[in-house]
């Protein structure tokens, strides 16, 4: 049996990559997947609805993974930004839009907790992936998966986890995981105004741990990007841990 053990700070990007593993090596019945659930239950709970660009985005490109992901998220086919004015009473000029035909999309909103739900709901299901949510209060000797044998992915980098740094994603009109009537919801962050600043540096110890020295900025933790840029460099590192025998055509 194989095990492949997700420790990642960012709970919302251990599961977008423990499904893109999942869905690569579909075919390996005797793969397991466990996902160590580091992220406390409050600062899961607060979250803004989030936006990303699909435009020049090659990761989202139409595949198995990424088609079953999107169905969990709200797909646009037009993107407006405008800024924010410091006085309500003056009015906001539009400084980008984007309009395409409608079989396309040009953008996508998610918000991350509606999202994790419904993969975790999906991953359960298939009897392969297990959850560990590590005790608080506690105090362990050492990580949970230093006595598991398998293929680890750990980060490096802790997430900071400051309310004057996050302020912009604390922000009570952007927190909620509902939206009134069907409607769409009335402030998003989005993503990509900042996404420039992220980085991935990926190295591997033992021949089986993979370890992720990643953007500490708060926003990536919820940014989908970012996480499916993960998952193309650990599915790569995978396919080198386990050898030529699982095959590279299924890469995202």
């Given at each position: 049996?194989?095990?492949?053990?997700?420790?990642?700070?960012?709970?919302?990007?251990?599961?977008?990559?423990?499904?893109?593993?999942?869905?690569?090596?579909?075919?390996?019945?005797?793969?397991?997947?466990?996902?160590?659930?580091?992220?406390?239950?409050?600062?899961?709970?607060?979250?803004?609805?989030?936006?990303?660009?699909?435009?020049?985005?090659?990761?989202?490109?139409?595949?198995?993974?990424?088609?079953?992901?999107?169905?969990?998220?709200?797909?646009?086919?037009?993107?407006?930004?405008?800024?924010?004015?410091?006085?309500?009473?003056t009015p906001i000029?539009?400084?980008?839009?984007?309009?395409?035909?409608?079989?396309?999309?040009?953008?996508?909103?998610?918000?991350?907790?509606?999202?994790?739900?419904?993969?975790?709901?999906?991953?359960?299901?298939?009897?392969?992936?297990?959850?560990?949510?590590?005790n608080v209060n506690?105090?362990?000797?050492?990580?949970?998966?230093?006595?598991?044998?398998?293929?680890?992915?750990?980060?490096?980098?802790?997430?900071?986890?400051?309310?004057?740094?996050?302020?912009?994603?604390?922000?009570?009109?952007?927190?909620?995981?509902?939206?009134?009537?069907?409607?769409?919801?009335?402030?998003?962050?989005?993503?990509?105004?900042?996404?420039?600043?992220?980085?991935?540096?990926?190295?591997?110890?033992?021949?089986?741990?993979?370890?992720?020295?990643?953007?500490?900025?708060?926003?990536?933790?919820?940014?989908?990007?970012?996480?499916?840029?993960?998952?193309?460099?650990i599915l790569d590192?995978?396919?080198?841990?386990?050898?030529?025998?699982?095959?590279?055509?299924?890469?995202?």
């Amino acid at each position: 049996m194989t095990n492949i053990i997700i420790d990642h700070q960012s709970t919302f990007t251990a599961y977008i990559l423990a499904l893109s593993i999942y869905f690569k090596y579909l075919h390996l019945r005797n793969l397991k997947i466990m996902i160590i659930e580091n992220e406390i239950s409050q600062s899961l709970d607060t979250k803004p609805w989030c936006g990303i660009s699909t435009l020049n985005n090659f990761k989202l490109s139409n595949q198995d993974f990424i088609n079953y992901l999107i169905q969990f998220t709200i797909t646009l086919g037009s993107i407006s930004i405008r800024p924010v004015s410091p006085n309500p009473d003056t009015p906001i000029k539009e400084i980008m839009n984007t309009t395409i035909d409608s079989r396309n999309y040009v953008g996508l909103l998610y918000h991350p907790i509606d999202l994790m739900n419904k993969i975790r709901f999906a991953m359960f299901r298939s009897g392969r992936v297990s959850f560990v949510s590590p005790n608080v209060n506690f105090n362990q000797p050492g990580p949970l998966h230093q006595n598991l044998s398998g293929i680890r992915v750990v980060t490096t980098t802790a997430m900071r986890n400051s309310h004057n740094i996050n302020s912009f994603i604390y922000h009570s009109n952007m927190i909620g995981t509902r939206c009134r009537n069907g409607n769409l919801p009335s402030q998003i962050l989005w993503l990509p105004k900042f996404s420039s600043d992220n980085h991935i540096n990926c190295t591997t110890t033992n021949n089986s741990q993979i370890m992720l020295d990643l953007s500490i900025e708060p926003y990536a933790y919820i940014d989908l990007s970012y996480a499916l840029k993960q998952c193309d460099m650990i599915l790569d590192t995978i396919d080198k841990l386990m050898g030529s025998s699982i095959p590279l055509s299924n890469r995202l």
